[in-house]
């Protein structure tokens, strides 16, 4: 293509340093922008993998609270159960000693005075 058209124009030593140049410029303008996109687009996908890590921190602890939550409300409806079992049955009714014993609150002795 040079030398149809240009070389009336410029001479052969002319054109064989004019040519490298050129097609550097032409790269850089071309290429630039696309590696500007590109790094853009790898910045974009960084941002999206940390919020996607963090929705999944933030639906494991969520799990784990609820799984807590279930948990302990469980235990909590069978301690009711278990306090409107006694009180039908007789309100205050002492445990005897040797019983079961693992449901009595911290601090209770095994065995009361009048138990033994």
């Known amino acids: 293509?040079?030398?149809?058209?240009?070389?009336?124009y410029i001479s052969m030593d002319l054109g064989n340093y004019?040519?490298?140049?050129?097609?550097?410029?032409?790269?850089?303008?071309?290429?630039?922008p696309m590696f500007s996109l590109m790094?853009?687009?790898?910045r974009e996908?960084?941002?999206?993998?940390?919020?996607?890590?963090?929705?999944?921190?933030?639906?494991?602890?969520?799990?784990?609270?609820?799984?807590g939550m279930a948990q302990s409300l469980f235990l909590l409806s069978v301690k009711i159960d278990?306090?409107?079992?006694?009180?039908?049955?007789?309100?205050s009714q002492r445990r005897k000693?040797?019983?079961?014993q693992k449901d009595r609150p911290r601090g209770e002795p095994l065995c009361s005075a009048g138990d033994r």
Not at 39 to 42: K, P, Y
């Open 97 to 100: 000693c040797g019983s079961d």
């Open 39 to 42: 790094e853009r687009n790898q």
């Open 45 to 67: 996908l960084e941002q999206e993998r940390a919020l996607k890590e963090a929705m999944k921190a933030r639906e494991g602890l969520a799990k784990e609270l609820h799984d």
């Open 1 to 8: 293509m040079r030398h149809q058209f240009l070389m009336p």
């Open 82 to 91: 278990r306090l409107e079992a006694s009180r039908r049955n007789g309100g």
């Open 18 to 32: 004019l040519t490298p140049v050129l097609v550097f410029l032409f790269t850089l303008v071309l290429l630039v």
